[in-house]
């Protein structure tokens, strides 16, 4: 089985910087997109940033600028970087990895169980 396991987060103040970290743990053959999303209270799941199959990078909007998503594909690890922390930042942020579980598979979609993130103003 395939587990995403993230650290990080916690409760920071406007203008601050945090860090997030997801490993993927388990038995599969590799992984394509890996990267973070994030949900605020009543608000749908959105892309934050992934780090895309082929090392292409892709950020919100809202974080770009101010954010550095990367992986370390040696250790199936992705990191999150983001700077000038707003309110609005706050949210649960998710690990998301497309893994190929089997070496004639698909890509399936896994998800970490969350880490909050508040951002105090």
């Known amino acids: 089985q395939v587990q995403l396991v993230e650290s990080g987060g916690g409760l920071v103040q406007a203008g601050g910087s945090l860090s997030l970290s997801c490993t993927a743990s388990g038995t599969f053959f590799g992984i394509t997109d890996m990267g973070w999303y994030r949900q605020a209270p009543g608000q749908q799941r959105e892309l934050v940033a992934v780090v895309e199959n082929g090392n292409i990078l892709n950020y919100a909007a809202s974080v770009k600028g101010r954010s550095t998503v990367s992986r370390d594909y040696g250790k199936n690890t992705v990191l999150l970087q983001m700077n000038s922390l707003k309110p609005e930042d706050t949210a649960v942020y998710y690990c998301?990895?497309?893994?190929?579980?089997?070496?004639?598979?698909?890509?399936?979609?896994?998800w970490g169980q969350g880490t909050q993130v508040t951002v105090s103003s």
């Open positions: 998301h990895a497309e893994v190929i579980v089997g070496g004639q598979d698909a890509p399936r979609s896994f």
